[in-house]
């Protein structure tokens, strides 16, 4: 039986941090709330000449020097972004221009923070059909750009940052074991970005009035990722034929620590066994899980035979959970 394995990742964090106390003289906030609130302390910002493929490709960079391959043994690109270089063409084609691998397919995923995840699960089954043997999965976002720095409700939330895996196929008794998706498209409106696509097309209205930027209902938004998270772990765990005790760390998703908090209390596991990042980067879309998962194996969290849970909620709806053996 064919399976896909992750035989490598590697994460880019732009170098610049934006504080909370950096944020107070911005916005009406204070470290205190959105400490209390959300967990955060920092985020990351890109550098002006830094779009989501230049992340990208320094994650790539990290991860196939991490699976000890050579870039051309890559037969596609996938990458996750809701902040692509350009609307077309895909940031997974400047990617590969960039990383000069010539010829492969490439293309973009778009399930905002669920990005990396629906990405994963596409490699799997490309590599289970046989039709492919090498797969760049690549999570990257520059939010920092789509964020309106004068909404104090969304933008002590977003940071930039991209991480990227390697699967390969492989016989053995390991990579992804099980992977479940979900959405809900009649919730399109309490987490969107309104303007710029066919439907309001850039124009001097769209712009004075700020609709190029995230919008967030957060409560709304809050109540049904702490429920869709939960019930997407146990779905993911019982495609696996495995229980919640059998395996060592959940990656989630951190768009907030009282959500993680509660999604560990759903799941009945101890914090412990939750990976937590948030404090440093804040919430960085598709690309938090693929950081997630890179720093989780880089510090030792995580190691070969241990099964791990992946978990992600975001706009679209969207959510889903994979789990892996390493
Ligand atoms: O990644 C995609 C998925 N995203 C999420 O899952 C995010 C889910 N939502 C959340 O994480 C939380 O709802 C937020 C962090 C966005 C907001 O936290 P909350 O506890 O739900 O706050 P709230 O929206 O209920 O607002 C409580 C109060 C309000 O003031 P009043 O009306 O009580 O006077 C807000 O105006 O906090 C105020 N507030 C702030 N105060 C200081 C909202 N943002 C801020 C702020 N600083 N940055």
């Known amino acids: 039986m064919i399976r896909a394995e992750i035989i490598g990742t590697g994460s880019y ?26 967990g955060i302390k920092e985020r990351h910002i890109a550098a002006g000449d830094q779009a989501s493929s230049d992340l990208a490709v320094e994650a790539a960079k990290k991860a196939i020097a991490d699976a000890g391959i050579d870039k051309d043994e890559i037969d596609i690109i996938i990458c996750a972004t809701i902040t692509p270089d350009m609307v077309f063409p895909a940031t997974a084609c400047q990617t590969q221009k960039k990383l000069e691998i010539k010829d ?25 059909s046989g039709n492919f043997n090498k797969v760049l999965v690549v999570a990257s976002e520059v939010l920092s750009r789509i964020t309106d720095w004068d909404d104090r409700q969304t933008c002590v939330l977003f940071g930039d940052g991209a991480g990227a ?25 309490i987490l969107h970005l309104p303007a710029g696509g066919s439907k309001l097309p850039a124009s001097q209205e769209t712009v004075k009035e700020g609709l190029h930027y995230m919008k967030m209902e957060g409560r709304e938004t809050f109540k049904i990722a702490v429920k869709k998270m939960a019930q997407s772990v146990r779905i993911a765990l019982k495609k696996a034929g495995l229980t919640i005790d059998e395996i060592k760390m959940v990656i989630p998703h951190q768009a907030n620590m009282r959500i993680i908090k509660a999604l560990a209390k759903r799941l009945k596991i101890d914090i412990e066994k939750v990976f937590v990042n948030i404090q440093d980067y804040g919430n960085m879309s598709a690309a938090t899980t693929a950081v997630g998962l890179d720093e989780a194996l880089r510090g030792g969290n995580i190691s070969e035979g241990d099964i791990i849970q992946l978990v992600a909620f975001g706009g679209g709806l969207t959510w889903g959970s994979i789990t892996v053996k390493i």
């Not at 964090?13 to 959300?38: A, F, G, H, Q």
């Not at 053995?172 to 399109?188: F, H, K, P, Q, V």
């Open 104 to 128: 492969v397919a490439a293309f973009d995923v778009e399930a905002a923070c669920t990005g990396f995840l629906t990405a994963l699960a596409i490699a799997d089954s490309m590599i289970v």
């Open 165 to 189: 895996a390697i699967l390969s196929a492989t016989d053995e008794d390991r990579g992804i074991m099980s992977s479940y998706l979900g959405a809900d498209g009649n919730y399109d409106n």
């Open 13 to 38: 964090i732009p170098e610049k941090t934006l504080t909370n106390k950096d944020l107070e003289k911005m916005v009406d906030t204070s470290d205190n709330w959105i400490t209390k609130r959300t």
